[in-house]
């Protein structure tokens, strides 16, 4: 090769690196500015969407209240009513015979009582999941579904309701718990 090829080869790559090298230099900056832009975007998304399913939550345990609370003062409502027949009867009717048909007419106190498990578990694992399996109000609510009180209370009604009563007043207490923490937490995450 002699010295002019060179010069002109030389002269060639020399104008395509002046042609070519902002390209590629904006080409990189770009891309690095481009990618940049969509993480921050990508990150607003998520706190956005972190926000409104902590916003949806906080809505769920709320309502859930006060369904609890529309179902605590229901089962108030009902069971003074039923205990206040039992005790009527109790007090007018000696037969056992009569005291079965009444026990047998009574269908309400069995939705309450068939629902009471799952209302339970339901609430264990809400607690669980906010870590207060540790409290008292845990404590106890385990020990509701450990025991067979509803089943081995089949004769009397008045014990059966007001242990019905208990177990729906300790649900609401740890259902305004679970909403408590629900929304300490809440807080703390935006506010910040």
């Known amino acids: 090769m002699d010295i002019?090829?060179?010069k002109t080869i030389t002269n060639g790559v020399v104008e395509v690196a002046k042609f070519w090298g902002p390209s590629i230099i904006t080409a990189i900056?770009?891309?690095s500015l481009g990618k940049l832009q969509f993480k921050e975007r990508i990150r607003?998304?998520?706190?956005?969407n972190a926000y409104s399913a902590s916003e949806r939550l906080f809505e769920y345990y709320q309502s859930r209240e006060k369904?609890?609370?529309e179902s605590y003062k229901s089962i108030n409502e009902d069971m003074g009513f039923l205990l206040g027949m039992d005790m009527g009867i109790d007090m007018a009717l000696d037969s056992a015979e009569d005291k079965d048909s009444l026990n047998?007419?009574?269908k309400i106190?069995?939705?309450y009582e068939k629902m009471l498990?799952?209302?339970i578990k339901l609430?264990?694992?809400d607690l669980e999941k906010y870590s207060l399996q540790e409290t008292e109000e845990f404590i106890k609510l385990k020990s509701f579904l450990d025991q067979n009180v509803l089943h081995d209370q089949k004769n009397n009604l008045s014990d059966k309701i007001a242990f019905l009563l208990e177990v729906y007043f300790y649900l609401q207490i740890c259902n305004k718990m679970i909403l408590e923490e629900l929304s300490t937490n809440y807080m703390k995450v935006f506010v910040k």
């Open 4 to 6: 002019e090829s060179v």
């Open 29 to 31: 900056l770009g891309y």
């Open 44 to 48: 607003e998304l998520e706190k956005k």
């Open 67 to 69: 369904e609890l609370d």
């Open 104 to 106: 047998k007419t009574i």
């Open 109 to 111: 106190y069995e939705v």
């Open 117 to 119: 498990p799952y209302q």
């Open 123 to 125: 609430t264990m694992r």
